[in-house]
């Protein structure tokens, strides 16, 4: 007989939330993980926004999510960068909830030879920074992207995300990227690790909109009843 799940890992967009309205049974899911007491986290491959900003975002929705319960890919991001080298240096193109975490694990943001290049998604992609990205690649910073997502979802249609700036970064470099966020599996254990679950104990993903993270993410979870 197969054991229940003890921890929940659920996609945001897709999943809980489409758009800026809440998904039906959204809002019962959750209650029942909080009844229930499961240790759970919200993913989202989207690295613009803070927890506290995307708890906001769900809290209009009429879904409450509390900061602590919500895991980017920023913030995993900003995990692997202290593994590989506390204390290190990037360059980063990204938004605030990008920065943040890279700030708060200890990271020096400069363009003065840095350790990394980490791409992320930001509205406002610049010739500038690119450019930027792609001669300190050249001179030895690795390349590192928050999620490896081409297109994000907006009111009036696909928007060009991470994924198609960091293709056209490697057109130029020849350097491929290490993408942390969804489908990698480090996504996912950084998140078991973030609720201190083991991986012995059954774990239940609900995977979202995108493509390229749904097909890999099914593969990674297998589905088990709340």
Not at 17 to 23: G, I, K, Q, T
Not at 178 to 193: C, E, H, I, T
Request: proline share 8%; hydrophobic share 40%.
């Amino acid at each position: 007989m197969r054991s229940k799940p003890h921890s929940w890992l659920t996609d945001m967009d897709g999943v809980l939330v489409r758009e800026e309205h809440a998904l039906p049974g959204a809002a019962e899911f959750l209650q029942r993980l909080v009844d229930k007491q499961r240790p759970f986290l919200v993913l989202t491959n989207n690295s613009i926004y803070t927890p506290r900003d995307l708890s906001a975002r769900l809290a209009r929705s009429g879904l409450s999510v509390p900061e602590s319960a919500i895991w980017t890919s920023a913030l995993a991001t900003a995990a692997f960068l202290s593994d590989q080298k506390p204390g290190g240096s990037a360059y980063v193109i990204g938004e605030a909830g990008l920065t943040t975490p890279l700030h708060e694990a200890g990271y020096t943001l400069t363009d003065v030879d840095p350790d990394f290049v980490v791409l992320g998604e930001t509205r406002t992609y610049s010739f500038t920074a690119i450019t930027k990205a792609i001669r300190l690649i050249l001179g030895g910073a690795r390349f590192i992207a928050t999620n490896p997502d081409v297109t994000g979802p907006s009111a009036e249609g696909p928007l060009p995300a991470t994924g198609s700036v960091a293709a056209m970064i490697t057109k130029a470099t020849g350097r491929e990227p290490y993408f942390v966020g969804k489908p990698n599996p480090m996504m996912f254990r950084s998140a078991m690790n973030r609720i201190q679950a083991h991986s012995e104990r059954p774990a239940w993903w609900a995977t979202g909109w995108t493509p390229t993270s749904s097909r890999a993410s099914r593969r990674v979870w297998k589905p088990s009843s709340c």
